[in-house]
Nanobody, 118 residues
Framework: QVQLVESGGGLVQAGGSLRLSCAAS????????MGWFRQAPGKEREFVAA???????YYADSVKGRFTISRDNAKNTVYLQMNSLKPEDTAVYYC????????????WGQGTQVTVSS
């Protein structure tokens, strides 16, 4: 089992910044991918960003240039730096974990609310 605990959500004005963190614990694999997803009210969950064990990053087009994903392998922690936030970024943000080579994410955090006011 792997446990994921997110932190760092909150309320921010449009144009502001927030930094989310997600710490993994338990039986983590030797290499794994961490991702961030979000779900806004009435919408499906969508991919935001991901980072591999070797620090290769992927982003949704909607956040490119504004969000930065990073990780600290020694701390089993992934971060999402969110800048130039927009009201449409409002959602519950979830971190997720999967072992390298596995198609679907295997474990999910409980989610943290991000609200961007206009």
């Amino acid at each position: 089992q792997v446990q994921l605990v997110e932190s760092g959500g909150g309320l921010v004005q449009a144009g502001g910044s927030l930094r989310l963190s997600c710490a993994a614990s338990g039986r983590t694999a030797s290499t794994y991918i961490m991702g961030w997803f979000r779900q806004a009210p009435g919408k499906e969950r969508e991919f935001v960003a991901a980072v591999t064990w070797s620090y290769v990053t992927y982003y949704a087009d909607s956040v490119k240039g504004r969000f930065t994903i990073s990780r600290d392998n020694a701390k089993n922690t992934v971060y999402l730096q969110m800048n130039s936030l927009k009201p449409e970024d409002t959602a519950v943000y979830y971190c997720a974990y999967k072992r390298t080579g596995v198609r679907d994410y295997e474990y999910w955090g409980q989610g943290t609310q991000v609200t961007v006011s206009s």
